[in-house]
């Protein structure tokens, strides 16, 4: 039996090879980086992420990650705050996902770095390329992806600043986006934000002079960043993400598609991690079963389409724009200073309904996956 080729060794690739070579397969890898990597990634585990990756074997709780119980929305000087429905957990992806690849290749994969893939050929059993090579084998967003520009970078935060974040994910509305900072352990705190170009341009198109832009109109930033140390040189950045994107297969489909290349949630909602780490899970199950990559898609796309459908409705809340029309932000403040827990119902219905989680066994979790 020949090998099966996974191109992409992030977090969905190299999932789907840890749980094919555990099922006896030969599995080989094609990665592109030569070694460890950081991501444009809000580095967040949710509990059903962290599910999955305890059925693959993998010690999460050991790779050093920072527990995130509560999530905080904050406008100007106003900030809410309430629990999450769950534990999540904060950890850098520079750390998960080679630890993940390292599992993958305990298993048996083979794992081959500084390959890149710059086109799908017949060989490719499950494309997992992300966000890097998005147009691979014509996929197309339904819709021109918004001008957005997507910026992280790693922080040590000073010690009263360390503490007041805790335990919590805080998202920071400003005018045309907002920004994740949350601990991802070792002493440090991811900094992520979503900003229009155009907000970008008039700040001065630096990522210090919008830095410094954004510090002025939110004294919450500014707050946490007094005193930080930056620990990146520069930032990892991205842009023109298809935020709402659900490939759609065809009927001669043959490629599993993975992670960002088969569905991508915004941003806001924060599980794009989970999403991929279920859509390895579901791809390799149906595989395994001899079931066509159409199948699979159709079902990865009912798992995924309300999450995904509610993440984008509170994104555009306020004018189809959350971070980019003041009005909305003040409605969405107010509405959680009469009701709080819309955060926590917030957060339990941009996450993969419970039921739809893929558990060990012969029996799939989803009634309307035909088993052959």
Known sequence: ??????????????????????????????????????????????????????????????????????????????????????????????????????????????????????????????????????????RKPATTPEDLVGFKTYLELGSTQRDAL??????????????????????????????????????GGTWTALLEDLRRGSPHLHGRLTGARMLLARPLAIARVPYGFIHRPDAAESVFRLGDQACVIPSFAGDGMAMALHSAALAVRCHLRGMPAAAYHRQLSRDVAGPIRRAGALYRIGQWRIGRWAPGQALLIHALRLSPGLLTHAAAATRIAEAAWLHGGATPAHPTVAVP
Request: with cysteine; aromatic share 4%; glycine share 14%.
């Open 1 to 138: 039996m020949r090998a099966q080729i996974i191109a992409g060794g992030g977090l969905a690739g190299a999932a789907a090879a840890c749980a094919l070579a555990q099922a006896g397969r030969t599995v080989r890898v094609l990665e592109r980086s030569t070694g460890p990597t950081d991501k444009v990634c809000g580095d967040f585990l949710s509990s059903e992420a962290q599910h999955y990756l305890a059925q693959l074997g993998l010690d999460v709780a050991g790779l050093g990650g920072h527990p995130i119980t509560r999530v905080r929305l904050v406008r100007g000087a106003r900030v809410r705050e309430a629990r999450l429905p769950f534990r999540g957990l904060g950890l850098s992806r520079r750390i998960l996902d080679e630890a993940l690849l390292r599992h993958a290749a305990a298993a048996g994969a083979e794992v081959a770095r500084g390959v890149s893939v710059d086109r799908l050929s017949p060989e490719i059993d499950f494309l997992a390329t992300g966000k890097h090579d998005l147009r691979i084998g014509g």
């Open 166 to 203: 805790a335990d919590a994910v805080e998202v920071i509305l400003f005018a045309d986006g907002y920004a994740g900072l949350q601990q991802v352990g070792n002493g440090r705190a991811n900094l992520c934000l979503l900003i229009h170009r155009d907000h970008l341009r008039h700040a």
